[in-house]
């Protein structure tokens, strides 16, 4: 079983920060990598931000120069993201994700999905 966890969520004024983290736990060694989306109601969720083993990152255009994603153990059990600049359009529900589970050797092409944590900008 793996379980991812969100925090950070909140209310927050246009043109302020926040910082969202994501913790797994269950049988991980590690990710490929892990990542951000966001959804807002009645709309597909939207990637915006990953970082893979090893450090690589994406950014998605509508983030990109506001939001950093960080992960202090490679990828391979925490995730963290920086939003600097928010606007009312960030407002979504934010959602943690993981993929390529490594556990005692074996491989699982899988994705993982935290609960979500409401981030909303308004004045």
């Known amino acids: 079983q793996v379980q991812l966890v969100e925090s950070g969520g909140g209310l927050v004024q246009p043109g302020g920060s926040l910082r969202l983290s994501c913790a797994a736990s269950g049988s991980i060694d590690r990710f490929n990598g892990m990542g951000w989306y966001r959804q807002v109601r009645g709309t597909q969720r939207e990637l915006i931000a990953h970082?893979?083993?090893?450090?690589?990152?994406?950014y998605s255009d509508s983030v990109k120069g506001r939001f950093t994603i960080s992960s202090t153990d490679d990828a391979k059990s925490t995730v963290n993201l920086q939003m600097n600049s928010l606007k009312p359009e960030d407002t979504a529900v934010y959602l943690c994700?993981?993929?390529?589970?490594?556990?005692?050797?074996?491989?699982?092409?899988?994705?993982?999905w935290g609960q979500g944590t409401q981030v909303t900008v308004s004045s």
């Open positions: 970082v893979s083993r090893g450090g690589g990152t994406y």
């Open positions: 994700n993981a993929n390529g589970r490594w556990y005692d050797g074996t491989f699982c092409n899988t994705l993982y």
